[in-house]
């Protein structure tokens, strides 16, 4: 079994839809969470961090984590074209200098 | 701010031919500092990190090898690509201390060996 297991897409969404991506994983060990999304061609770009279970909102994206599933969610509201990347979900453990990452899921979102 | 120089952007090299890609930070000291590689369907590898000047370390043996002459300086190289180098090349850094899980990234190289 992968540590990070997330769905690879291709994920294609009408403009202003709600976006849900995910990513499993297998090792309790980790207690940071983040997603961060790549545009074609360039590096990626840190989204959203928690270190906790629940919800966290900034404006329209909301990182959602449930230890107890070993379950991670980013959830994408009023989807915009710009929105088009793929996205990367990653996690440490504490005082470890590595970061797992999932393979990325590659989301277009059509006008 | 921050901001972190990755060069070249894109580079296309012969099997057996040397490598050289060099990534710079600026606004910020004592940076931890690493290579990944991004191949297709393959995810994010971390090949090396660097927690200081001299202080490297390699995720996964390979025919690559980095190096950290300064503080906010880091190099990664090879004497002879191999066709299974080819990828994209990402430098990032992170703060020292409670915060080392926030990665920044630079641009990326995509190299191509032929």
């Known amino acids: 079994q992968k540590e990070v297991e997330q769905d690879p897409g291709p994920l294609s969404v009408p403009e202003g839809a709600i976006v849900s991506l995910n990513c499993t994983y297998s090792?309790?060990?980790?207690?940071?969470f983040m997603w961060y999304r790549q545009y074609s061609r360039k590096g990626p770009e840190l989204l959203m961090y928690?270190?906790?279970?629940g919800n966290k909102e900034d404006g329209r994206f909301t990182a959602q984590v449930d230890k107890s599933s070993k379950y991670i969610s980013l959830f994408i509201r009023d989807s915009q074209p710009s929105d088009s990347a793929t996205y990367l979900c990653?996690?440490?453990?504490?005082?470890?200098?590595?970061?797992?990452f999932g393979k990325g899921t590659k989301l277009s979102v059509i006008p | 701010s921050q901001t972190i120089h990755q060069w070249p952007a894109t580079l296309v090299q012969p099997v057996g031919s040397p490598l050289s890609l060099e990534c710079t930070v600026e606004?910020?000291?004592?940076?931890?500092l690493y290579w990944y590689r991004q191949a297709a369907g393959r995810g994010l590898q971390l090949l090396f990190y660097?927690?200081?000047?001299?202080?490297i370390s390699s995720e996964v043996p390979q025919n690559l090898s980095a190096s950290r002459p300064q503080d906010r300086q880091f190099i990664l190289s090879s004497k002879k690509l191999l066709l299974s180098d080819s990828g994209f090349y990402l430098c990032?850094?992170?703060?020292?201390?409670?915060?080392?899980?926030?990665?920044?990234f630079g641009s990326g190289t995509q190299l191509s060996v032929l």
């Open positions: 990032a850094w992170s703060g020292q201390g409670v915060s080392n899980e926030k990665l920044f």
């Open positions: 090792n309790s060990a980790f207690q940071y």
């Open positions: 928690t270190y906790s279970s």
């Open positions: 990653a996690m440490s453990v504490p005082g470890s200098y590595q970061l797992t």
């Open positions: 606004g910020t000291s004592n940076p931890n």
């Open positions: 660097s927690i200081g000047i001299d202080q």
